[in-house]
C-alpha cells in the first residue's frame, strides 16, 4: 500500500515538474496564436521617420552603384 502511494506521488510529481518547466517563457507570452493566411497579425511598425527614410534611400543608393 504504501509503495503504491510514493509511486503515485512521484508520477503527480513528476507530472507537475514537466508541466512547470514547459510553460512559455515570458518572451512567448502574448503573442499570436491564431493565424490567418496572408494577414500579419502582429503588432503594427513604428512609422519611419523622414530622415531614416532619407537615409536608407542614399543607402540603397549607394549599393545601386556597385
Known amino acids: 500500500m504504501i509503495m503504491k502511494f510514493h509511486k503515485t ?5 513528476f507530472i507537475l515538474s514537466t508541466f512547470l518547466v514547459s510553460s512559455c517563457r515570458e ?7 491564431n ?5 500579419y497579425l502582429g503588432q503594427q511598425d513604428t512609422a519611419l521617420t523622414e530622415q531614416q527614410i532619407t537615409k536608407l534611400r542614399i543607402h540603397t543608393s549607394r549599393q545601386r552603384s556597385n
Open 9 to 13: 506521488l512521484l508520477l503527480m510529481l
Open 35 to 39: 493565424y490567418k493566411k496572408g494577414v
Open 27 to 33: 518572451e512567448e507570452q502574448n503573442r499570436v496564436l
